[in-house]
């Protein structure tokens, strides 16, 4: 990603944080509104409602847009330079959630030979060597290869372990380029 789109995404991200903040402020203005004037004068209750509704509408949209460009950058390296998205990706590199991913990894592996199919068998010892990477407190994980990783067992459309249309070489070749993102944990 060059310098000029991670400000570009930068940038929009902090425009559809302002939509969501503005629209949803309004939103709740109007339906506040809306509530006073089924008391004081009904003709505007049910327009004001309708507003506020509509108007909300618009900022969960902005929100959604926001999370999901969020999602979407939070898996580039070059892009933690935007606050959001790193924190995002550093989400993905706790502890914790490496317990959950390791889990995971063992569950795919644990399930009967002629279930796994050649695909998973293939790349079977890289897999384990990832879940017990993943479950070593002693190593850190970059958040970018934290991501790749949770996205390794959970995107049926760009998973090689998951998407069996996708060649399945791109497997070990994911496996590989997670485990490349661990490191040992400098002393304190």
Same mark, same amino acid.
């Given at each position: ?40 004068? $009904? ?69 009967? $030979? ?62 590989? $380029? ?11």
């Amino acid at each position: 990603m060059y310098a000029r789109a991670v400000d570009d995404a930068a940038a929009r991200i902090r425009e559809l944080r302002s939509e969501e903040r503005l629209d949803l402020t309004v939103a709740a203005l109007a339906v506040g509104l809306a509530v006073a004037a089924a008391v004081v004068y $009904q003709p505007l209750a049910l327009p004001l409602l309708l507003g506020g509704f509509a108007v909300g509408f618009l900022g969960l949209r902005a929100l959604w847009r926001r999370w999901d460009l969020v999602e979407r950058l939070s898996g580039d390296r070059d892009a933690h330079l935007i606050p959001e998205v790193r924190e995002r990706a550093a989400r993905e590199s706790t502890v914790e959630r490496r317990h959950l991913l390791a889990a995971s990894v063992r569950s795919r592996l644990a399930r009967p $030979q002629w279930e796994l199919g050649e695909r998973i068998t293939s790349a079977a010892r890289e897999l384990e060597a990832l879940a017990s990477e993943l479950d070593d407190d002693e190593l850190e994980l970059e958040p970018a290869s934290a991501v790749a990783c949770a996205r390794l067992l959970d995107d049926f459309v760009a998973s090689p372990l998951l998407n069996l249309d996708l060649p399945s070489e791109e497997l070990l070749s994911r496996v590989r $380029q997670i485990r490349s993102g661990f490191r040992r944990r400098l002393a304190a």
